[in-house]
T-cell receptor, first 113, second 112 residues
Framework: NAGVTQTPKFRVLKTGQSMTLLCAQDMNHEYMYWYRQDPGMGLRLIHYSVGEGTTAKGEVPDGYNVSRLKKQNFLLGLESAAPSQTSVYFC????????????FGQGTRLTVV | AQSVTQPDIHITVSEGASLELRCNYSYGATPYLFWYVQSPGQGLQLLLKYFSGDTLVQGIKGFEAEFKRSQSSFNLRKPSVHWSDAAEYFCAVSWGDYKLSFGAGTTVTVRA
């Protein structure tokens, strides 16, 4: 019973490098989300998806792109990493019937130097 | 703008003492309300939720929360804390649009 799985768990990037964070869920959830967590600011929504092939911007989308090619996967991309993107990233998913009850992954700690 | 406020950044409590964490939200409509807990280095675990009905809700690990519409509040309580309750606690709110808005979090330290 894996739930929501994020890879990688840790990563260090140099400024300007690119990378993709992968989120996979095995609960057949329609909705998926990417959040970032910064000290004193709680979690802020970056992008979200309400179904396969659809994505939308959240509260802090700049500098990020996402794709939802398969229902179970939600990818978060950083095309040109900046130190301001140093953060802990969380993926979450929820079902259409219980759309407000989200299940979270363990997080990815990203450092941009 | 919709917002969620957790007024206490850090709370220290003795083991066995009671704990109350405050949460207030803005906006007129009644939202869906949640409390999550995050242990160090871990993801978020749902403690409890309120959608409708009885305003006092019970959750896991002995936690409960009370929704007070008149105060726009959803405070979390535990009668007797254990050392394992040391963690960061987040209040979250959804206004039915499947997106959660989080408070800044309250860090709880438990002293022996």
């Amino acid at each position: 019973n894996a739930g929501v799985t994020q890879t990688p768990k840790f990563r260090v990037l140099k400024t300007g490098q690119s990378m993709t964070l992968l989120c996979a869920q095995d609960m057949n959830h329609e909705y998926m989300y990417w959040y970032r967590q910064d000290p004193g600011m709680g979690l802020r929504l970056i992008h979200y998806s309400v179904g396969e092939g659809t994505t939308a911007k959240g509260e802090v989308p700049d500098g990020y792109n996402v794709s939802r090619l398969k229902k179970q996967n939600f990818l978060l991309g950083l095309e040109s990493a900046a130190p301001s993107q140093t953060s802990v990233y969380f993926c979450a998913s929820s079902s259409r019937s219980r759309k407000d009850e989200a299940f979270f992954g363990q997080g990815t700690r990203l450092t941009v130097v | 703008a919709q917002s969620v406020t957790q007024p206490d950044i850090h709370i220290t409590v003795s083991e066995g003492a009671s704990l109350e964490l405050r949460c207030n939200y803005s906006y007129g409509a009644t939202p869906y309300l949640f409390w999550y807990v995050q242990s160090p280095g871990q993801g978020l675990q749902l403690l409890l939720k309120y959608f409708s009905g009885d305003t006092l809700v019970q959750g896991i690990k002995g936690f409960e929360a009370e929704f007070k519409r008149s105060q726009s509040s959803f405070n979390l309580r535990k009668p007797s804390v254990h050392w394992s309750d040391a963690a960061e606690y987040f209040c979250a709110v959804s206004w039915g649009d499947y997106k959660l808005s989080f408070g800044a979090g309250t860090t709880v330290t438990v002293r022996a």
